[in-house]
């Protein structure tokens, strides 16, 4: 029995590198905050490296046990300090001429040259500010996996973690939600080496059959490396609550262009011309003309009361004010999206969703199953939006309880925390035996 408890005890320890932009630092990255207890209950340790904390980072969210966080310096790639970078360059003029050497190869477009150098040199720096953190930490410890938020930064600095480890054999797995899918939103439709990240990784996770098959496409030759994992979100606090005859229009987002909100003012406009007497209150704030635009806008354009901007609140600040507000729709009307975690939100207390069609938007909504045909053209008018919510607002009372309630059954099929992190975590925690 002695002789068994001592191999037990020799057993590696499981451990999970785990890169984010900004996540536990606040805000950002609310989502995260569903997924990082199972990665915790299926490790034992877990390593979390933000490598963006120069963005201006509020408090740091409590990390479950055995969860610990080393931040980088704070480097930003559009200002970083040209001194560091030159002090760098001389400390490790090996690494910084092979980073030279892969930029050129996207010559002559030169703003693509800047773009994979600046990435490159990026994660290079990243890491060296933690790696002696993360040499101590891993050392001896056979079961490691690397995993990644974010098919960009995150996922470059776990290759580069990996290589200056000289440990070729630990897996590296990086999701892919948005920006770091569509190559069209970048100003020079392009994406940093992506070949270089394709290869370098075992898998890639998408959030949504959109983008997956948007990347299988571009990218073919590792087509079989591109499959999807759902995001998923925790069981709301008080659901079914939506009711219809509140006339209550809901919005979370950052109040970002690419988010619409003007639009949908437009939409809300038309439908108080019309004489509904609905309200409308925005999740989620904003800073800047374009976020003063908006709230000027709406004070200009809607009825006086019929609408509040509450402001930025964490997810389970969302989760309660959800609890506490009954409603009668949820809206995105957002130009591009990955699968929005706010209608995962909605979904989860059983409110009907009117969203373009952009990104994963389409999988959200599950007309076959009973839902409310919410899916408007991705290039939607005010028009559009103020039919489409009209015709949910005037749905006979039994007919919209019956989309609400068609609403939390998708969210328990298909969007529940526990099943999609659950997978995932016993995935990484099976791959980490390899490595």
Request: net charge neutral.
């Amino acid at each position: 029995m002695a002789a068994h408890g001592d191999r037990a005890a020799k057993q590696p320890e499981r451990t999970l590198v785990f890169f984010t932009n900004l996540f536990p630092y606040t805000p950002g990255e609310e989502f995260i905050e569903a997924e990082i207890g199972f990665l915790a209950d299926s490790f034992d340790r877990v390593v979390v490296v933000p490598v963006a904390p120069y963005q201006n980072p509020g408090e740091v969210r409590e990390l479950p046990e055995g969860t610990f966080l080393f931040t980088p310096a704070a480097l930003n790639p559009q200002t970083t300090n040209l001194m560091r970078v030159a002090a760098f360059g001389l400390r490790h003029p090996l690494t910084t001429a092979a980073a030279v050497a892969r930029a050129l190869r996207r010559l002559p477009r030169l703003r693509r040259c800047l773009e994979d150098f600046k990435l490159d040199l990026f994660s290079c720096m990243v890491i060296e500010s933690v790696l002696p953190q993360l040499t101590e930490t891993l050392e001896g410890r056979q079961h490691c996996v690397f995993y990644s938020y974010w098919m960009h930064a995150p996922a470059r600095s776990a290759l580069q973690l990996r290589r200056r480890l000289r440990r070729p054999g630990i897996p590296v797995v990086t999701r892919a939600h948005g920006y770091d899918v569509y190559s069209e939103r970048k100003a020079i439709d392009y994406l940093p080496q992506r070949e270089l990240l394709f290869a370098g990784v075992e898998h890639v996770f998408t959030a949504s059959e959109h983008g997956r098959d948007y990347l299988r496409a571009r990218y073919p030759r590792f087509a079989g490396k591109i499959d999807t994992s759902h995001l998923g979100v925790t069981p709301a606090a008080a659901p079914h609550n939506a009711a219809r005859d509140e006339r209550h229009i809901v919005t979370c987002a950052y109040l970002r262009e690419v988010k619409r909100i003007p639009l949908l003012i437009d939409g809300i406009t038309e439908l108080q011309r019309r004489g509904m007497q609905v309200r409308w209150t925005h999740l989620g704030g904003g800073e800047g003309s374009h976020a003063d635009a908006v709230r000027a806008k709406a004070a200009t354009q809607l009825a006086p009361g019929s609408f509040e901007f509450v402001g930025n609140l964490s997810n389970d600040g969302v989760r309660a004010w959800h609890a506490a507000h009954p409603a009668s729709v949820f809206v995105n009307v957002s130009e591009s999206e990955g699968v929005p975690v706010s209608i995962m939100e909605a979904l989860a207390q059983g409110l009907p969703v009117v969203a373009t069609d952009v990104g994963g938007n389409s999988e959200l909504i599950d007309v076959a199953g009973g839902m409310f045909d919410g899916l408007l053209p991705s290039n939607a008018t005010a028009e559009d939006i103020a039919d489409r919510i009209e015709t949910l607002l005037d749905a006979p009372q039994e007919q919209y309880r019956a989309y609400a309630a068609a609403s939390f059954s998708h969210w328990q099929r298909n969007w529940s925390s526990e099943k999609n992190y659950g997978d995932f975590a016993r995935y990484l925690q099976a791959l980490a035996a390899r490595g």
